[in-house]
Protein backbone atom coordinates (compact mmCIF):
# COMPACT_ATOMS: atom_id res chain seq x y z
CA UNK A 1 0.00 0.00 0.00
CA UNK A 2 1.10 3.65 -0.92
CA UNK A 3 2.04 6.04 1.83
CA UNK A 4 -0.27 8.38 0.51
CA UNK A 5 -2.73 6.50 -1.13
CA UNK A 6 -5.10 9.87 -1.68
CA UNK A 7 -3.18 10.90 -4.30
CA UNK A 8 -4.71 10.11 -7.49
CA UNK A 9 -3.40 13.46 -9.60
CA UNK A 10 0.13 12.92 -11.80
CA UNK A 11 2.18 16.00 -11.76
CA UNK A 12 1.51 19.52 -10.47
CA UNK A 13 -2.08 21.16 -10.10
CA UNK A 14 -2.64 23.36 -13.36
CA UNK A 15 -1.35 26.65 -13.35
CA UNK A 16 -0.16 29.11 -15.66
CA UNK A 17 3.14 28.59 -17.74
CA UNK A 18 5.83 30.67 -16.68
CA UNK A 19 9.85 31.71 -17.60
CA UNK A 20 12.46 29.03 -16.89
CA UNK A 21 14.13 31.71 -14.29
CA UNK A 22 11.84 33.73 -12.79
CA UNK A 23 8.93 31.57 -13.07
CA UNK A 24 5.54 33.22 -13.30
CA UNK A 25 7.28 36.31 -10.78
CA UNK A 26 6.80 38.56 -13.70
CA UNK A 27 2.60 37.91 -13.95
CA UNK A 28 2.00 38.42 -10.13
CA UNK A 29 2.49 42.22 -10.22
CA UNK A 30 1.86 44.75 -7.14
CA UNK A 31 -1.72 43.78 -7.05
CA UNK A 32 -0.66 40.43 -6.77
CA UNK A 33 -4.81 39.29 -5.25
CA UNK A 34 -6.08 40.02 -8.83
CA UNK A 35 -3.42 37.39 -9.50
CA UNK A 36 -4.51 34.96 -7.15
CA UNK A 37 -8.09 35.27 -7.84
CA UNK A 38 -7.93 35.09 -11.98
CA UNK A 39 -5.73 31.79 -10.38
CA UNK A 40 -8.68 30.37 -8.90
CA UNK A 41 -10.93 31.11 -11.49
CA UNK A 42 -8.86 29.76 -13.68
CA UNK A 43 -7.63 27.08 -12.60
CA UNK A 44 -9.69 25.81 -9.96
CA UNK A 45 -9.43 24.82 -6.00
CA UNK A 46 -5.87 23.62 -5.76
CA UNK A 47 -3.70 25.65 -8.73
CA UNK A 48 -0.05 26.10 -8.85
CA UNK A 49 2.58 28.57 -9.85
CA UNK A 50 6.22 28.98 -8.88
CA UNK A 51 8.45 31.99 -8.59
CA UNK A 52 12.26 31.76 -8.78
CA UNK A 53 12.87 30.20 -5.91
CA UNK A 54 9.59 28.22 -4.75
CA UNK A 55 6.93 26.09 -5.73
CA UNK A 56 3.58 27.31 -4.73
CA UNK A 57 -0.28 26.10 -4.64
CA UNK A 58 -2.83 28.53 -3.80
CA UNK A 59 -6.14 26.33 -2.90
CA UNK A 60 -9.24 28.32 -2.38
CA UNK A 61 -11.93 25.09 -1.19
CA UNK A 62 -12.78 25.74 1.65
CA UNK A 63 -12.20 21.76 2.83
CA UNK A 64 -9.09 22.24 1.57
CA UNK A 65 -7.76 25.12 3.33
CA UNK A 66 -9.14 23.05 6.35
CA UNK A 67 -7.47 20.16 5.79
CA UNK A 68 -3.99 22.48 5.66
CA UNK A 69 -5.03 24.59 8.54
CA UNK A 70 -6.65 21.85 11.22
CA UNK A 71 -6.25 17.93 10.02
CA UNK A 72 -2.60 18.23 8.37
CA UNK A 73 -1.61 21.26 10.72
CA UNK A 74 1.58 19.52 12.03
CA UNK A 75 3.14 18.59 8.85
CA UNK A 76 3.20 22.44 8.22
CA UNK A 77 5.12 25.20 9.32
CA UNK A 78 4.86 29.15 8.63
CA UNK A 79 6.25 29.70 5.05
CA UNK A 80 9.32 31.64 3.80
CA UNK A 81 7.02 35.50 3.57
CA UNK A 82 6.62 34.88 7.57
CA UNK A 83 9.80 33.97 8.19
CA UNK A 84 11.12 36.77 6.52
CA UNK A 85 9.87 38.81 9.52
CA UNK A 86 12.01 36.77 12.19
CA UNK A 87 14.41 38.84 12.44
CA UNK A 88 12.54 41.91 14.09
CA UNK A 89 9.67 39.74 15.57
CA UNK A 90 12.39 36.82 16.64
CA UNK A 91 10.43 33.81 18.33
CA UNK A 92 7.15 35.45 19.31
CA UNK A 93 3.97 33.64 18.23
CA UNK A 94 3.51 34.70 14.99
CA UNK A 95 6.88 33.25 13.88
CA UNK A 96 7.41 30.53 16.58
CA UNK A 97 7.10 26.47 15.34
CA UNK A 98 6.21 23.69 17.56
CA UNK A 99 6.59 23.20 21.08
CA UNK A 100 7.83 26.33 21.82
CA UNK A 101 5.28 28.16 20.13
CA UNK A 102 2.44 25.68 22.12
CA UNK A 103 4.14 27.09 25.49
CA UNK A 104 4.50 30.29 25.09
CA UNK A 105 0.35 29.99 23.43
CA UNK A 106 -0.41 28.48 26.50
CA UNK A 107 0.89 31.25 28.43
CA UNK A 108 -0.39 34.27 26.47
CA UNK A 109 -3.90 32.77 25.96
CA UNK A 110 -5.57 33.96 29.00
CA UNK A 111 -4.55 37.61 28.15
CA UNK A 112 -6.72 37.34 25.36
CA UNK A 113 -10.10 35.62 26.68
CA UNK A 114 -13.37 37.80 26.21
CA UNK A 115 -13.43 38.91 29.47
CA UNK A 116 -9.85 39.87 30.01
CA UNK A 117 -10.02 41.96 26.78
CA UNK A 118 -13.36 43.76 28.05
CA UNK A 119 -11.47 45.34 30.77
CA UNK A 120 -9.36 47.46 27.86
CA UNK A 121 -12.77 49.22 26.64
CA UNK A 122 -12.48 52.32 28.49
CA UNK A 123 -8.81 52.53 27.15
CA UNK A 124 -10.00 52.14 23.65
CA UNK A 125 -13.00 54.50 24.00
CA UNK A 126 -11.07 57.08 25.77
CA UNK A 127 -8.27 57.06 23.71
CA UNK A 128 -10.75 57.33 20.65
CA UNK A 129 -12.29 60.58 21.93
CA UNK A 130 -8.93 62.28 22.82
CA UNK A 131 -8.22 61.49 18.99
CA UNK A 132 -11.77 63.23 18.38
CA UNK A 133 -10.94 66.18 20.83
CA UNK A 134 -7.90 67.23 18.34
CA UNK A 135 -10.27 67.24 15.25
CA UNK A 136 -11.55 70.18 13.54
CA UNK A 137 -14.87 69.98 11.38
CA UNK A 138 -14.33 70.90 7.57
CA UNK A 139 -10.24 69.54 8.31
CA UNK A 140 -8.90 67.53 5.46
CA UNK A 141 -7.27 63.87 7.05
CA UNK A 142 -5.83 60.88 5.77
CA UNK A 143 -8.56 58.52 7.11
CA UNK A 144 -5.69 55.62 7.49
CA UNK A 145 -3.14 57.73 8.86
CA UNK A 146 -5.40 58.46 11.96
CA UNK A 147 -6.66 55.21 12.47
CA UNK A 148 -3.21 54.00 12.32
CA UNK A 149 -2.34 56.46 15.20
CA UNK A 150 -5.22 55.26 17.15
CA UNK A 151 -4.94 51.93 16.62
CA UNK A 152 -1.30 52.00 17.70
CA UNK A 153 -1.53 54.31 20.89
CA UNK A 154 -4.36 52.11 21.82
CA UNK A 155 -1.86 48.96 21.24
CA UNK A 156 1.07 50.87 23.42
CA UNK A 157 -1.14 51.80 26.29
CA UNK A 158 -3.03 48.57 26.69
CA UNK A 159 0.22 46.36 25.70
CA UNK A 160 2.83 48.78 27.83
CA UNK A 161 0.43 50.73 29.62
CA UNK A 162 2.41 53.36 28.12
CA UNK A 163 0.92 57.23 27.01
CA UNK A 164 3.71 59.10 25.68
CA UNK A 165 3.36 60.31 22.42
CA UNK A 166 7.62 61.37 21.40
CA UNK A 167 7.89 57.42 22.10
CA UNK A 168 4.93 56.57 19.97
CA UNK A 169 6.55 58.21 17.32
CA UNK A 170 9.94 56.93 18.10
CA UNK A 171 8.68 53.10 17.94
CA UNK A 172 6.51 54.00 14.87
CA UNK A 173 9.35 55.36 12.86
CA UNK A 174 12.09 53.04 13.28
CA UNK A 175 9.19 50.24 12.63
CA UNK A 176 8.28 51.80 9.21
CA UNK A 177 12.41 51.75 8.27
CA UNK A 178 12.51 47.97 9.70
CA UNK A 179 9.44 46.88 7.82
CA UNK A 180 10.77 48.53 4.18
CA UNK A 181 14.20 47.43 4.83
CA UNK A 182 12.70 43.56 5.62
CA UNK A 183 10.23 43.99 2.41
CA UNK A 184 12.97 45.00 0.27
CA UNK A 185 14.63 41.65 1.46
CA UNK A 186 11.69 39.56 0.35
CA UNK A 187 11.32 41.09 -3.19
CA UNK A 188 15.14 40.53 -3.39
CA UNK A 189 16.55 38.08 -5.42
CA UNK A 190 19.02 36.95 -3.45
CA UNK A 191 18.73 36.85 0.14
CA UNK A 192 22.29 37.41 1.97
CA UNK A 193 22.40 36.57 5.91
CA UNK A 194 21.29 39.72 7.86
CA UNK A 195 25.25 39.43 9.72
CA UNK A 196 26.60 39.99 5.86
CA UNK A 197 27.67 43.59 5.85
CA UNK A 198 25.99 44.96 2.52
CA UNK A 199 24.88 48.75 2.64
CA UNK A 200 21.21 47.37 3.34
CA UNK A 201 22.23 45.09 5.58
CA UNK A 202 23.75 47.58 8.21
CA UNK A 203 21.06 49.88 7.82
CA UNK A 204 18.91 47.26 9.02
CA UNK A 205 20.86 46.31 11.92
CA UNK A 206 20.94 49.62 12.76
CA UNK A 207 16.95 50.13 12.74
CA UNK A 208 16.76 46.58 14.56
CA UNK A 209 19.33 47.70 17.25
CA UNK A 210 17.47 51.07 17.90
CA UNK A 211 14.25 49.46 17.95
CA UNK A 212 14.89 46.89 20.60
CA UNK A 213 17.08 49.22 22.37
CA UNK A 214 13.24 51.29 23.08
CA UNK A 215 11.61 48.45 23.63
CA UNK A 216 13.78 46.61 26.28
CA UNK A 217 13.82 50.17 27.64
CA UNK A 218 9.87 50.22 28.24
CA UNK A 219 10.39 46.70 29.80
CA UNK A 220 13.48 47.03 31.69
CA UNK A 221 10.98 50.51 33.22
CA UNK A 222 7.91 48.15 33.20
CA UNK A 223 10.19 46.28 35.63
CA UNK A 224 10.71 49.23 38.20
CA UNK A 225 7.13 49.95 38.44
CA UNK A 226 4.41 47.97 40.41
CA UNK A 227 2.95 45.76 37.60
CA UNK A 228 -0.42 46.84 36.16
CA UNK A 229 -3.38 45.63 33.84
CA UNK A 230 -0.90 45.79 30.60
CA UNK A 231 -0.32 43.08 28.54
CA UNK A 232 3.17 43.23 29.63
CA UNK A 233 2.53 43.08 33.35
CA UNK A 234 0.67 39.95 32.34
CA UNK A 235 3.27 38.30 30.55
CA UNK A 236 5.83 39.30 33.07
CA UNK A 237 3.82 37.16 35.81
CA UNK A 238 3.61 34.70 33.32
CA UNK A 239 4.76 31.16 34.49
CA UNK A 240 4.82 27.67 32.47
CA UNK A 241 3.96 24.57 34.45
CA UNK A 242 7.74 24.08 35.58
CA UNK A 243 7.30 27.72 37.04
CA UNK A 244 9.66 29.45 34.85
CA UNK A 245 8.48 32.74 33.30
CA UNK A 246 9.86 34.11 29.89
CA UNK A 247 13.58 35.37 29.44
CA UNK A 248 14.05 38.97 28.60
CA UNK A 249 14.88 38.49 25.02
CA UNK A 250 11.36 36.41 25.04
CA UNK A 251 9.59 38.89 26.16
CA UNK A 252 10.70 41.51 23.73
CA UNK A 253 10.16 39.02 21.34
CA UNK A 254 6.31 38.77 22.29
CA UNK A 255 5.53 42.43 22.82
CA UNK A 256 7.24 43.33 19.55
CA UNK A 257 5.03 40.95 17.88
CA UNK A 258 1.81 41.99 19.64
CA UNK A 259 2.52 45.63 18.90
CA UNK A 260 2.93 44.48 15.15
CA UNK A 261 0.29 41.79 14.56
CA UNK A 262 -2.64 44.06 16.76
CA UNK A 263 -2.30 47.73 15.41
CA UNK A 264 -2.04 48.04 11.79
CA UNK A 265 -4.51 44.94 10.79
CA UNK A 266 -7.13 46.52 12.91
CA UNK A 267 -6.61 50.36 11.45
CA UNK A 268 -6.83 48.82 7.75
CA UNK A 269 -10.13 47.17 9.19
CA UNK A 270 -11.78 50.54 9.94
CA UNK A 271 -9.91 52.22 7.35
CA UNK A 272 -11.78 50.10 4.70
CA UNK A 273 -15.12 50.21 6.72
CA UNK A 274 -15.15 54.00 6.35
CA UNK A 275 -14.34 53.81 2.70
CA UNK A 276 -16.89 51.24 2.17
CA UNK A 277 -19.76 53.50 4.03
CA UNK A 278 -18.73 56.35 2.40
CA UNK A 279 -20.07 54.57 -0.95
CA UNK A 280 -22.79 52.96 0.76
CA UNK A 281 -25.15 55.96 2.36
CA UNK A 282 -28.19 53.70 3.01
CA UNK A 283 -25.69 51.37 5.51
CA UNK A 284 -24.39 54.06 6.75
CA UNK A 285 -27.68 55.69 7.28
CA UNK A 286 -28.68 52.72 8.79
CA UNK A 287 -25.67 52.13 11.32
CA UNK A 288 -26.46 55.82 12.19
CA UNK A 289 -29.72 55.00 13.01
CA UNK A 290 -28.59 51.71 15.28
CA UNK A 291 -26.38 53.73 17.40
CA UNK A 292 -28.57 56.42 18.12
CA UNK A 293 -31.33 53.56 19.53
CA UNK A 294 -28.41 51.73 21.36
CA UNK A 295 -25.86 54.48 22.31
CA UNK A 296 -27.66 58.23 22.03
CA UNK A 297 -24.08 59.77 21.70
CA UNK A 298 -22.05 58.08 24.43
CA UNK A 299 -19.25 55.94 23.63
CA UNK A 300 -19.39 52.19 23.26
CA UNK A 301 -19.02 50.16 25.66
CA UNK A 302 -18.00 46.23 26.01
CA UNK A 303 -21.86 44.96 27.36
CA UNK A 304 -23.39 47.52 24.33
CA UNK A 305 -21.74 45.22 21.28
CA UNK A 306 -24.30 42.38 21.76
CA UNK A 307 -26.96 44.63 21.18
CA UNK A 308 -24.46 46.39 17.90
CA UNK A 309 -25.64 43.70 15.27
CA UNK A 310 -25.38 45.64 12.13
CA UNK A 311 -22.02 47.15 13.50
CA UNK A 312 -20.41 43.59 13.45
CA UNK A 313 -22.18 43.00 10.27
CA UNK A 314 -20.81 46.24 8.82
CA UNK A 315 -16.66 45.18 9.96
CA UNK A 316 -17.68 41.40 8.77
CA UNK A 317 -18.53 42.71 5.78
CA UNK A 318 -15.59 45.13 5.26
CA UNK A 319 -13.26 42.44 6.01
CA UNK A 320 -15.09 40.38 3.39
CA UNK A 321 -14.20 42.54 0.95
CA UNK A 322 -10.75 43.86 2.04
CA UNK A 323 -9.38 41.24 4.47
CA UNK A 324 -6.49 43.37 6.36
CA UNK A 325 -4.58 39.97 6.02
CA UNK A 326 -5.34 38.60 2.39
CA UNK A 327 -3.10 36.08 2.18
CA UNK A 328 -1.73 32.96 4.66
CA UNK A 329 0.88 30.41 3.98
CA UNK A 330 2.43 27.06 4.89
CA UNK A 331 5.13 25.29 3.77
CA UNK A 332 4.87 21.21 4.43
CA UNK A 333 7.82 19.59 6.06
CA UNK A 334 7.46 16.55 4.78
CA UNK A 335 5.79 14.69 1.57
CA UNK A 336 1.72 14.80 1.38
CA UNK A 337 -1.69 14.71 -0.30
CA UNK A 338 -3.65 17.86 -1.01
CA UNK A 339 -6.42 17.86 -3.13
CA UNK A 340 -5.36 14.35 -4.58
CA UNK A 341 -2.01 15.95 -5.21
CA UNK A 342 1.18 15.65 -3.95
CA UNK A 343 2.73 18.50 -2.12
CA UNK A 344 6.35 17.61 -1.41
CA UNK A 345 8.30 18.93 1.34
CA UNK A 346 9.37 22.22 1.02
CA UNK A 347 6.32 23.63 -1.30
CA UNK A 348 4.18 26.72 -0.36
CA UNK A 349 0.63 26.11 0.51
CA UNK A 350 -1.06 29.62 0.24
CA UNK A 351 -4.57 30.56 1.08
CA UNK A 352 -6.25 33.85 0.02
CA UNK A 353 -8.68 35.36 2.10
CA UNK A 354 -9.43 37.89 -0.97
CA UNK A 355 -10.14 34.82 -3.16
CA UNK A 356 -11.49 32.82 -0.98
CA UNK A 357 -14.27 35.80 0.18
CA UNK A 358 -15.08 36.22 -3.04
CA UNK A 359 -17.01 32.92 -3.45
CA UNK A 360 -20.00 33.72 -5.25
CA UNK A 361 -21.04 29.80 -3.77
CA UNK A 362 -21.13 31.44 -0.47
CA UNK A 363 -21.47 35.36 -0.85
CA UNK A 364 -23.89 36.15 -3.92
CA UNK A 365 -23.22 38.86 -5.29
CA UNK A 366 -19.18 39.10 -3.79
CA UNK A 367 -18.10 42.27 -4.93
CA UNK A 368 -21.00 43.89 -3.42
CA UNK A 369 -21.19 45.46 0.29
CA UNK A 370 -23.50 43.93 1.81
CA UNK A 371 -23.85 44.07 5.80
CA UNK A 372 -27.53 42.27 5.88
CA UNK A 373 -26.06 39.17 4.28
CA UNK A 374 -24.38 38.57 8.17
CA UNK A 375 -27.67 39.62 9.43
CA UNK A 376 -29.66 36.35 9.59
CA UNK A 377 -26.89 33.86 10.80
CA UNK A 378 -24.51 33.43 7.77
CA UNK A 379 -22.14 32.84 10.06
CA UNK A 380 -23.33 30.06 11.37
CA UNK A 381 -24.21 28.41 8.15
CA UNK A 382 -21.04 29.16 6.11
CA UNK A 383 -18.44 25.97 6.26
CA UNK A 384 -15.55 26.85 8.63
CA UNK A 385 -13.23 28.19 5.89
CA UNK A 386 -15.56 29.88 3.80
CA UNK A 387 -14.19 33.13 5.57
CA UNK A 388 -11.12 33.50 7.92
CA UNK A 389 -10.07 36.74 8.23
CA UNK A 390 -8.43 35.35 11.24
CA UNK A 391 -6.83 32.54 9.92
CA UNK A 392 -8.04 29.46 11.90
CA UNK A 393 -6.98 26.12 13.56
CA UNK A 394 -4.71 26.00 16.20
CA UNK A 395 -2.66 29.19 15.01
CA UNK A 396 -6.14 31.48 15.05
CA UNK A 397 -5.51 34.82 15.54
CA UNK A 398 -4.71 35.44 19.32
CA UNK A 399 -6.29 38.82 19.18
CA UNK A 400 -10.13 38.41 17.52
CA UNK A 401 -11.98 39.03 20.69
CA UNK A 402 -9.42 42.44 20.88
CA UNK A 403 -9.34 43.50 17.66
CA UNK A 404 -13.62 42.73 17.34
CA UNK A 405 -14.45 44.80 20.21
CA UNK A 406 -11.93 47.83 19.57
CA UNK A 407 -13.05 47.97 15.72
CA UNK A 408 -16.46 48.15 17.24
CA UNK A 409 -16.12 50.65 20.26
CA UNK A 410 -13.93 52.87 17.52
CA UNK A 411 -16.20 53.16 14.61
CA UNK A 412 -19.27 54.03 16.90
CA UNK A 413 -18.11 56.65 18.86
CA UNK A 414 -16.49 58.64 15.71
CA UNK A 415 -19.33 57.30 13.42
CA UNK A 416 -21.42 59.09 15.86
CA UNK A 417 -19.87 62.35 15.90
CA UNK A 418 -17.94 62.23 12.55
CA UNK A 419 -18.86 61.71 8.54
CA UNK A 420 -15.97 61.84 6.02
CA UNK A 421 -16.87 62.70 2.67
CA UNK A 422 -13.92 61.07 0.48
CA UNK A 423 -11.96 63.61 -1.18
CA UNK A 424 -13.76 63.89 -4.82
CA UNK A 425 -10.23 62.91 -6.56
CA UNK A 426 -8.87 60.90 -3.98
CA UNK A 427 -7.35 57.92 -5.54
CA UNK A 428 -8.25 54.79 -4.08
CA UNK A 429 -6.36 51.36 -4.67
CA UNK A 430 -4.92 48.70 -2.66
CA UNK A 431 -1.09 47.82 -1.90
CA UNK A 432 -1.06 44.41 -0.79
CA UNK A 433 1.76 43.80 1.52
CA UNK A 434 2.12 42.25 4.36
CA UNK A 435 -1.16 43.70 5.26
CA UNK A 436 -3.54 45.86 2.92
CA UNK A 437 -3.16 49.07 3.44
CA UNK A 438 -4.67 51.60 0.61
CA UNK A 439 -2.01 52.69 -2.14
CA UNK A 440 -2.34 56.43 -1.70
CA UNK A 441 -4.06 56.78 1.68
CA UNK A 442 -7.66 57.65 2.43
CA UNK A 443 -7.99 61.20 1.74
CA UNK A 444 -11.22 62.90 3.23
CA UNK A 445 -13.27 66.02 4.87
CA UNK A 446 -14.51 65.81 8.38
CA UNK A 447 -18.03 66.91 8.59
CA UNK A 448 -19.77 66.98 12.04
CA UNK A 449 -22.80 64.79 12.44
C1 LIG B 1 -8.69 43.05 12.36
C2 LIG B 1 -7.60 42.75 13.03
C3 LIG B 1 -6.77 41.50 12.87
C4 LIG B 1 -6.71 40.62 11.82
C5 LIG B 1 -7.47 40.68 10.50
C6 LIG B 1 -5.76 39.58 12.19
C7 LIG B 1 -5.46 38.49 11.40
C8 LIG B 1 -4.63 37.44 11.79
C9 LIG B 1 -4.43 36.22 11.03
C10 LIG B 1 -5.06 35.91 9.67
C11 LIG B 1 -3.58 35.43 11.74
C12 LIG B 1 -3.12 34.02 11.37
C13 LIG B 1 -1.88 34.05 10.51
C14 LIG B 1 -1.52 32.66 10.03
O1 LIG B 1 -2.22 31.69 10.27
O2 LIG B 1 -0.47 32.54 9.38
C15 LIG B 1 -3.23 36.16 12.93
C16 LIG B 1 -2.36 35.69 13.90
C17 LIG B 1 -2.00 36.43 15.02
N1 LIG B 1 -2.53 37.63 15.42
FE1 LIG B 1 -3.97 38.69 14.50
N2 LIG B 1 -5.27 39.86 13.44
C18 LIG B 1 -5.87 41.00 13.90
C19 LIG B 1 -5.66 41.59 15.13
C20 LIG B 1 -4.80 41.16 16.09
C21 LIG B 1 -4.63 41.76 17.39
C22 LIG B 1 -5.44 42.92 17.92
C23 LIG B 1 -3.62 41.06 18.01
C24 LIG B 1 -3.01 41.25 19.39
C25 LIG B 1 -3.29 42.21 20.21
C26 LIG B 1 -3.18 40.02 17.11
C27 LIG B 1 -2.16 39.12 17.37
C28 LIG B 1 -1.91 38.00 16.59
C29 LIG B 1 -0.92 36.98 16.96
C30 LIG B 1 0.00 36.99 18.18
C31 LIG B 1 -0.99 35.98 15.98
C32 LIG B 1 -0.19 34.68 15.93
C33 LIG B 1 -0.96 33.63 16.70
C34 LIG B 1 -0.30 32.27 16.74
O3 LIG B 1 0.28 31.84 15.74
O4 LIG B 1 -0.40 31.62 17.80
N3 LIG B 1 -3.92 40.11 15.95
N4 LIG B 1 -3.89 37.37 12.95
Known amino acids: MSALPKIVHKGLPPGPKGTLIGGNLSQIGPRRVDFFLDLAQTYGPVASFRTSRWRLFLVSDPQLIQQVLVTDARSYIKHFGARTFKPVLGNGLVTSEGDFWLAQRRLLQPAFLKAQVQSYAPIMA ?103 NDLLSTMIQ ?12 QLRDEAMTLYLAGHETTALALTWSWYLLSQNPDAEGR ?33 RLYPPVYVIGREATTDLELGG ?35 D ?67 ATLAQR
Open 287 to 319: LVEEWRRVLNGRSAKAPDLSALPYTSAVINESM
Open 126 to 228: DLTEAMLAKWVPGKSVDIAFEFSSLTSAIALKTLFGLDDHGERERVDTSLRLVFELLTDRLDAPIQLPISFPTPANLKLRRALNDLFALVDSFIAEKKTRPLG
Open 341 to 375: YLVKRGYTVLMSQWVSHRDPRYFPEPERFLPERWL
Open 377 to 443: GLATRLPKFAYYPFGGGQRICIGVHFALMEAAIVLATVGQKYLFTLDPDAKIDIMPQITMPPKYGMP
Open 238 to 249: AQHEDGTGMSAQ
